[in-house]
């Protein structure tokens, strides 16, 4: 509470979670203000310890935010659950822009869009007030799961409610 739904659906309570990051040789505790995932913590490793990929990877590397010397640069923050969950999650994805959430529902061809800032327990959908808004970043969207070569949703035609 405030927050709604559970673990394993879109909504800021399914995917908020604390990151806590006890950096090597570091005594004081360090506090990133910005927009993190759990993907970033590969690449950040990764800086730590003076490894190298070849590979294309989602994360940021935390490590220059860390130590002072500069800002994530990140404009969107997505996830994609294209699948049933048993927390009764339906698939979707949502994407988050600074204040703006958008959460696609692929079954029911439903968006939904908050503004995290004014709105955090996610309860005015404002979809409907703001088209350009839901538009714009349900365009983008769609481009990083082109990018990602992410897998699509298909409805389940066996389904009867």
């Known amino acids: 509470h405030p927050l709604r739904a559970g673990k394993g659906w879109l909504y800021e309570v399914g995917i908020r979670i604390p990151q806590l990051i006890k950096a090597p040789e570091k005594s004081k505790n360090i506090k990133i203000d910005q927009l993190t ?6 690449p950040t490793i990764l800086d ?3 490894g190298s990929t070849e590979l294309l990877i989602d994360g940021k590397s935390l490590m220059p935010v860390m130590e002072g010397k500069s800002e994530m640069g990140r404009n969107e923050i997505f996830w994609h659950f294209p699948h049933y969950h048993g927390s009764l999650w339906k698939p979707g994805s949502a994407i988050r822009n600074n204040q703006w959430k958008l959460v696609k529902f692929y ?4 968006e939904e869009l908050y503004n995290l800032y004014d709105d955090f ?3 005015n959908n ?9 538009n714009k970043l349900s365009k983008k969207m769609d481009e990083i799961k ?3 070569n992410a897998n699509k949703t298909s409805v389940n035609n066996n389904y009867k409610k």
Do not use: W
């Open 121 to 123: 327990s996610e309860s």
């Open 126 to 134: 404002l979809a409907e007030v703001y088209p350009e808004i839901v």
């Open 48 to 50: 730590y310890v003076g």
């Open 37 to 42: 995932v759990s993907y970033d913590l590969y």
């Open 146 to 148: 082109m990018e990602l």
């Open 107 to 110: 079954e029911e061809n439903t």
